[in-house]
């Protein structure tokens, strides 16, 4: 989670092929799922939502592959 507009950007354009510019949000969610950020592009820059429980976890949905 140390990583901020630039890093998440490289990482999404870089190794996973994105287009960042495309107005999608991409969400990012740390190991013991206490943390997410959320990133999109909007008219003029990026958007970086963050938010931190104090106690809990995310619960992440479950799907069939």
Do not use: A
């Amino acid at each position: 989670m140390r990583k901020s507009f630039d890093g998440l950007c490289g990482l999404l354009s870089g190794d996973l092929e994105q287009n960042v510019m495309g107005g999608d949000i991409y969400i990012f969610i740390n190991k013991t799922r206490n943390r997410i950020k959320l990133l999109r592009w909007e008219s003029g820059g990026f958007v970086l939502f963050y938010k931190r429980f104090k106690r809990g976890t995310f619960e992440l949905p479950h799907y069939n592959s």
